[in-house]
């Protein structure tokens, strides 16, 4: 048997998730059906300044895909490629809403591809048409000023959210940027 029948077919999901999505849960469940196992990899930024923790987002992502027994959750720090190489994984999936994730996505792929000397390869998934227009941002836009966020995401992760703004102080100038997703 050819060594690639038997292989796992792995693949990894990277993203902020601040918060997850029912577009993001949506991928999820979709990646998951494709590959053995699916790492949803969240990313540790410095440089940005997320709503929730990293530890939180891991938090909530494993919750809300507790369902899903080949996805496993993780945080990551530094490069995409280094985690996918660590994990001997070759596959990065991504969602793409609209034309305009379509530049972004596609230098990121690009640049992963070149960054992994060839190893890591992107495959894109189109959202469902019920979430195009979810984005983790707007979901932090609508709860700072206080919206309805149940049709956006999972009620523990709204629950979160809503707690975070009450914690924080809606209002305050970090809430403000947080809203704003910067
Ligand atoms: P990042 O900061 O890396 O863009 P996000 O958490 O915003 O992280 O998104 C992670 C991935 O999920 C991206 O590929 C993004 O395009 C995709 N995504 C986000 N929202 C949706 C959605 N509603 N439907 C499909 N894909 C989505």
């Known amino acids: 048997m050819p060594e690639s029948v038997s292989r796992v077919r792995a693949a990894i999901y990277p993203g902020s998730f601040d918060p997850v999505t029912y577009g993001h849960i ?20 410095a440089a940005k300044t997320p709503l929730f923790s990293v530890e939180e987002r891991v938090r909530m992502l494993r919750n809300v895909t507790r369902d899903i027994p080949n996805v496993v959750v993780e945080s990551y720090q530094g490069l995409l490629v280094d985690y996918a190489k660590k994990n001997d994984i070759h596959i990065s999936v991504r969602g793409l809403r609209a034309v305009t994730d379509f530049e972004y996505e ?15 390869d992107t495959i894109f998934l189109t959202t469902s048409l019920e979430y195009a227009y979810l984005s983790s941002s707007s979901v932090k836009e609508i709860a700072y000023f206080g919206g309805d966020i149940s049709p956006c995401v999972p009620a523990e ?8 703004y009450q914690e924080r102080g809606a209002g305050s100038a970090d809430a403000a940027k947080n809203a704003a997703g910067v």
């Open 26 to 45: 949506d991928v999820i469940r979709r990646a998951a059906e494709m590959f053995d196992i699916l790492h949803v990899a969240v990313l540790d930024n």
């Open 106 to 120: 596609l230098q990121i792929a690009q640049t992963n591809k070149k960054l992994s000397d060839g190893s890591l």
């Open 157 to 164: 992760v709204a629950e979160q959210v809503y707690r975070k």
